[in-house]
């Protein structure tokens, strides 16, 4: 053994020691403190006694959660993710018991309660004695990290050299417009964000670029295209198909993997991360071979369903699986005294943040966040050479909270901190790392088009169709991506689409993407025009082009294509050359275009509907219950960001634009390709093909890297 060898071991006993000593003093303070913990007999012990027992029992509860804890998860696995992070204080607290139960002499005693109390707090001094250690020790510190993040697959061999070129991690900050991106960095609210930009020496790391959405402006059409190359035919966040008689929505696993199926049958490619890549939080798999959180495969049972997996990953630490449940009651602590406040202060425009939306809060800001970080830190400490992940945490709060609201801000200050904490642990990685930060979409202000007019577009829809009108409409919820993480979590249906279809067939099947509306007639078979609307509903769309909430709306005209109707009168015939862009002009530049494709789609509604909006404040009127919202034209929802390294080319030459998701895609596989060389894909087609089985193996593939390598979130 050499002396390299000799001087790792020692430091390795050393830091175990000093935690052991750390936990010792842990406990006794403890001891001191809580009534209902002893490590004394009845009639007393000296010091030193007292002393001996906390160090017998400090180091069996050590040893226990290092060696008793993972199979414990494991064993739970099936478990509900929510469920196991709630059960993390209670089997932390029976482990204490149990090491209590093995001091000679029975000197340990504590209720159970006390003993959930016990472990957690000794939990968490564990780790960050151990932490602080190990950070001290930059050689040391790396060598644990790549071990616990790569336990499970021993493919380390020592002494072997390291790959030689880069790899990059893509991070998505979901719904992080442009504006907002800048704003905070002028702030000083992303302090890492703002380094790479320069603010803080002048010297520049990374170049911000803003890039243009579809019409939908929404993750399934963003990130689909992002992913695998098309987001064609995704025409909004839920659509109707009438010839399957099924509404398709985009967080719902099973539509997620047909979407997914039918990008890699058009291009015939796997996607941005066929080459050893890793997909982490996402709704599509982007052909990645090492998944966790994977919507798209969520509706897979059985052992090959690795979408779950780096929940046990990360609880398999009991610091980890402490800290977090911690920082997710403080969440929902935070998230109902913010809404009291709102409430209190009478702030316009306000939604409902009652019901479990707290708990879906806490679980996008702090579950779900901690879980693909941690998984981020395993890829790249295993070296991987492509890893995509989405922290949908701002998202989820932008919609209730508003996007540019202090509780938006405060959690773009933690996800930057989340960026710090990946960048760091890059040092440490066997390989370089190139850290791309994007966006798939912004948000747009505004209150809810309920809130404004006292009916939901669906109301409106029907008065136009001389159909009756329910009293108490009922309201389409937030389609958030948070929501059927959760729900993919515990193992629920995500969204059905049957809630969606109407009594009778011959009802319309009216459907809300953020701002925008379709409306679908599901007993005629085929996608109606202009002319039979307005024979079979001849009031419909002039009372929804004249309604001051809506912007415009788009119809297919038998004889002259794809029309966009306005108020009082005004019409735009797309196919044709428009000397006046009419009720687009509003929506900037682009937005002719993007309407254009989308009316293209073989599954467009029969009546696509874009609401007001306000070019002067930016706002929307939104057909969901959100104040924060995305999915149609106005506004920033549809100008996201990318922020790239320096070393990497640029995105586009200079004075062009970047316009879609599928652009998109085009330059983050340029980049890979000058990353890696020639064994990426510069072309559809040959980095596999519709064939996705190679992609279905089993294995654990999500790996928390613990001791220091995971911020504080309990703020």
């Not at 909430?549 to 044709?576: H, K, T």
Request: some cysteine; overall charge neutral; hydrophobic content about 40%.
């Amino acid at each position: 053994m050499g002396r390299g060898r000799w001087r790792a071991v020692g430091s390795a006993v050393w830091r175990s020691v000093a935690v052991w000593i750390v936990s010792t003093l842990t406990m006794l303070v403890l001891a001191g403190i809580l009534p209902d913990f002893q490590l004394q007999s009845a009639d007393g012990d000296s010091a030193t006694r007292i002393a001996v027992t906390a160090a017998l029992g400090a180091g069996a509860f050590g040893l226990l959660s290092a060696l008793v804890w993972p199979l414990l998860v494991r064993a739970l696995l099936l478990v509900p993710a929510l469920v196991l992070g709630l059960l993390a204080f209670f089997l932390n607290g029976s482990l204490l018991l149990l090491a209590l139960r093995l001091i000679p002499d029975g000197r340990g005693e504590a209720n159970p309660e006390t003993a959930v109390v016990v472990a957690a707090v000794m939990s968490a001094v564990a780790s960050a004695t151990g932490g602080a250690l190990a950070v001290r020790d930059d050689d040391a510190y790396r060598r644990r990290l790549y071990r616990l993040a790569d336990r499970r697959r021993h493919r380390v061999v020592e002494g072997l050299a390291g790959p030689t070129s880069p790899g990059t991690v893509f991070l998505q900050l979901d719904g992080v417009g442009h504006d907002v991106l800048r704003d905070a960095v002028e702030k000083g609210i992303v302090p890492t964000v703002a380094g790479w930009l320069g603010r803080e020496n002048g010297r520049a790391s990374h170049r911000l670029t803003p890039w243009r959405t579809d019409w939908s402006s929404q993750t399934g059409a963003s990130q689909l295209g992002i992913l695998h190359g098309s987001n064609e035919d995704v025409p909004a966040f839920r659509w109707y198909e009438k010839e399957t008689g099924e509404v398709m929505v985009s967080n719902r696993p099973a539509s997620a993997a047909e979407l997914q199926r039918r990008a890699i049958a058009r291009t015939g490619d796997g996607g941005l991360l066929t080459v050893d890549g890793a997909s982490r939080g996402n709704l599509f798999s982007g052909g990645a071979e090492q998944l966790a959180l994977v919507l798209s495969i969520a509706a897979r049972r059985g052992k090959e369903n690795r979408s779950r997996s780096g929940y046990f990953a990360y609880f398999s630490d009991p610091a980890n699986a402490v800290r977090t449940a911690l920082s997710f009651i403080a969440e929902v602590f935070r998230e109902i005294g913010e809404s009291s406040m709102a409430r209190v202060k009478m702030r316009r425009p306000r939604v409902n943040r009652g019901g479990l939306y707290p708990f879906i809060r806490a679980f996008a800001t702090v579950v779900e966040r901690d879980v693909v970080v941690a998984a981020v830190i395993g890829d790249m400490l295993a070296g991987r050479s492509s890893v995509y992940a989405d922290l949908v945490a701002y998202d989820e709060v932008a919609h209730h909270s508003g996007p540019n609201s202090r509780d938006a801000e405060k959690v773009l200050q933690r996800l930057d901190r989340s960026i710090a904490l990946i960048a760091k642990v890059a040092e440490h990685a066997p390989r370089a790392y190139r850290i791309v930060l994007l966006s798939d979409h912004g948000q747009s202000p505004g209150e809810t088009f309920h809130a404004r007019y006292g009916l939901t577009l669906g109301a409106l829809v029907r008065a136009g169709c001389g159909l009756p009108v329910p009293r108490r409409a009922q309201r389409t919820h937030s389609g958030a991506e948070a929501r059927a993480a959760v729900r993919a979590a515990l193992r629920r249906p995500v969204e059905e689409g049957a809630e969606h279809l109407p009594a009778r067939r011959a009802e319309p099947i009216v459907l809300a993407s953020g701002n925008l509306g379709l409306v679908s007639f599901p007993d005629v078979p085929h996608r109606m025009t202009r002319e039979e609307i307005d024979l079979r509903h001849p009031a419909l769309l002039p009372t929804l082009a004249n309604h001051p909430g809506v912007g415009f709306v788009l119809v297919r005209s038998q004889e002259r294509g794809p029309v966009v109707l306005g108020a009082r009168g005004s019409e735009v015939y797309l196919d044709e050359e428009p000397g006046d862009l009419g009720p687009l002009a509003d929506f900037g530049p682009g937005a002719a275009d993007a309407v254009r494709r989308t009316d293209g789609f073989p599954h467009t509604a029969d009546i696509m509907v874009n609401s007001w909006y306000d070019p002067q404040e930016g706002e929307v009127l939104a057909f969901e219950e959100q104040i924060g919202s995305h999915g149609g034209l106005g506004g920033t929802q549809g100008h996201p960001f990318l922020l790239s390294p320096l070393s990497l080319s640029a995105p586009l030459e200079d004075g062009r634009e970047l316009v879609g998701a599928e652009q998109v895609h085009d330059v983050l596989r340029r980049w890979l390709a000058e990353s890696l060389g020639p064994e990426i894909p510069l072309v559809g087609g040959d980095a596999g093909g519709p064939d996705d089985s190679r992609r279905q193996g089993p294995g654990d593939t999500a790996f928390a890297a613990t001791d220091g390598s995971v911020q504080d979130k309990t703020h």
